[in-house]
């Protein structure tokens, strides 16, 4: 049997398999422990200070069973595409519940990350038929056109009643009776469309079925070891990732962030910390931008440990240095995480940070690549041959053995089995197995060593092919080029000659902007030159600031990056001296 994967509604049905029960694990706590804490919210007001809103369990089942009654009674149910514009909070924790209660797709976009004007071309893709959404995003909706196409029906997030608009307390002033009709969905309906970052293209829609979130939520549960109920009090950093502190029956600590207008690296580092301590938050997810100012902060200003247990890193590969610098300001009971994957497969592997500065990051600064950790339980892992075009079926692929760079692919209950309707991102990113699962190209290369571990090399995308025998990867060169003094981070690139040749560049982004740039540069070509993962690099050039994605504020922008060394004039790259004058 194959899975089909042009439709949201056609999928391979599992025996065993479940839906997700996030709204009843809520209202069975609400009715045994009413008064458990299961949301903190922390607001800045004016001055710098900090207010704390607590909800119950018992107010949050309630609100959430009563808007989904007021749903209901506006012909919101099973698999109707909702579109959510709702940043992390009261508002957007209850609508979510209630949502899923009923059976309803949450389409979810932030349009921070995606940029205002792409938000319809997305929002065209999924073709949501209700918008829900702030003041603020329904403002935008109105002045770029989103949804205009599909949207037959808006929500906007009020507690005041507004005539002609239909808001969040109407619909829960029309909740009579309480608890929601039942939703009859099945473990293969989709439960979520979220968007990949387009950081390697446009951004795609993805299709989290039911039986793919509920098994994100048990494996991550199961693996992170949050604790149980009041004992959690988890602070998450991204959109959405609100649902594991409440699947595991604790506290939702929601940080003072602009999440609708601002990323992960602009928040207040300061606010974050006072959170951390007035809420006595013991885990965190986060991007490794975000908690290289925590970090910086927290060791500048003193105060001792800062008291979470456990944080976990995602969005992009975490440097060494971070990792010892966040691990010197959690104190001994605490250690950070990073979990690798994509939005189609979040999380794949985990390392902890002991193993990274002990052992992987010397390696790393060697030209090994980033070793990103072992594979999850449920989760498999397997290197292939790199093939820029599809793979249509496992048969078609070319298994690779331990310690040979290839293409990273991995399967397991909780990875996505295709896009909403993209039969070509299907074909370019899924392969087909034998036994009607689905294996998904992550996109990286890297490979497997003898203790099954994944070391990553950078993206299939941004390996520079110098000639038919010289490939360069990214995470192989980059992080040589990052250990030299003075060099903040580099990005390797593709530059074009006008013989036609191809070049390996590397782009760096000094610590000091004013530095001996030429001295510099010739440091970090002679130190690429020891390691033969760099010897490929010929040319250096330089940046003030590299740019960044728009979600993390951690992934490299190396298309921009490239166009920027591509306008460079021929004089401001450095070139490798060749062999006899003075070559390294």
């Known amino acids: 049997m194959t899975i089909s994967h042009g439709d949201a ?80 909070g009261f508002d957007a924790m209850a609508l979510g519940l209630a949502l899923w209660r009923v059976g309803a797709v949450v389409v979810g976009i932030e349009p921070h990350s995606h940029g205002l004007r792409r938000v319809g071309r997305s929002l065209a893709k999924a073709d949501p038929e209700v918008f829900i959404g ?32 239909v808001t969040t307390a109407a619909l829960e002033r029309c909740s009579v009776p309480t608890v929601p009709e039942a ?87 300061a ?23 925590l970090a910086r902060y927290a060791a500048d200003h003193g105060g001792g440990p800062i008291g979470v247990r456990r944080i976990v890193a995602g969005g992009a590969e975490v440097p060494g240095p971070l990792f010892a610098a966040v691990r010197s300001v959690l104190g001994s009971d605490g250690e950070l995480y990073s979990d690798s994957g994509a939005t189609e497969a979040l999380p794949v592997t985990e390392i902890a940070g002991a193993e990274v500065v002990a052992d992987t990051w010397p390696r790393t600064e060697q030209g090994a690549g980033v070793c990103v950790g072992r594979p999850l339980p449920d989760v498999e892992v397997r290197i292939v041959g790199i093939d820029d075009g599809p793979i249509a079926s496992w048969d078609d692929a070319r298994p690779l053995p331990a310690g040979t760079v290839g293409e990273v692919v991995a399967r397991g209950p909780h990875i996505s089995e295709g896009y909403d ?65 003075g060099v903040a981070r580099s990005a390797l690139v593709a530059l074009e000659g006008a013989d036609g040749k191809t070049s390996a560049v590397l782009c760096i982004e000094p610590v000091d902007a004013a530095c001996d740039r030429p001295a510099l540069g010739r440091e970090v070509l002679a130190r690429l030159g020891q390691v033969e993962a760099g010897r490929a690099v010929s040319r250096v050039a330089f940046v003030d600031r590299l740019p960044v994605d ?24 450095l070139e490798r001296p060749v062999a006899g004058d003075g070559a390294p």
């Not at 602070?235 to 595991?248: D, E, H, K, S, V």
């Not at 606010?271 to 975000?290: H, Q, Y």
Request: glycine share 10%; with cysteine.
């Open 9 to 88: 509604g056609t999928a391979l049905v599992v025996p065993g398999e479940r839906t997700v029960d996030i709204a009843d694990r809520v209202r069975r706590i609400a009715e045994t422990d009413p008064t458990r804490v299961a949301l903190i919210h922390a607001h800045r007001l004016p001055g710098g200070r900090l207010r704390y809103r607590r909800t119950t369990y018992a107010d949050l089942s309630d609100r959430a069973e009563r808007l989904a009654v007021g749903l209901r009674s506006v012909g919101i149910g099973e698999q109707t595409r909702c579109s959510f514009m709702v940043p992390p």
């Open 134 to 165: 702030t003041l603020q995003a329904h403002a935008a909706r109105r002045t770029f056109g989103w949804g205009s196409a599909s949207v037959r029906r808006t929500i906007l997030v009020s507690r005041v009643p507004l005539p002609g608009v």
């Open 183 to 269: 939703s009859t969905i099945d473990p293969a309906d989709p439960a979520v469309i979220a968007f990949t970052t387009g950081s390697t293209g446009a951004p795609k829609p993805t299709v989290l079925r039911q039986r793919n979130l509920a098994a994100m939520i048990d494996n991550v549960l199961g693996h992170w070891a949050l604790g149980e109920g009041r004992d959690v009090v988890d602070m998450p950093t991204f959109p959405m990732f609100w649902i594991i502190g409440l699947a595991a029956g604790g506290t939702v600590v929601v940080p003072p962030m602009d999440f609708a207008l601002h990323g992960p690296g602009d928040a207040d580092p």
């Open 271 to 293: 606010l974050l910390l006072r959170t951390i301590r007035d809420c006595g938050v013991r885990s965190m997810f986060a991007s490794p931008a975000l908690l290289t100012n």
């Open 421 to 485: 309707r993209q039969p070509r991102a299907d074909a370019e990113n899924k392969i087909a197995a034998g036994d009607g699962r689905t294996w998904h190209r992550l996109g990286d290369t890297g490979y497997l060593d003898a203790g099954g571990r994944l070391w990553v090399c950078g993206r299939r995308s941004h390996r520079v092919v110098v000639d038919e025998h010289t490939t360069v990867f990214p995470l192989c060169c980059e992080p040589v080029a990052n250990a030299v003094t």
């Open 550 to 573: 728009r979600r993390h504020n951690a992934k490299l922008d190396r298309p921009r990056i490239g166009a920027i060394v591509a306008a460079l004039p021929p004089e401001a790259i």
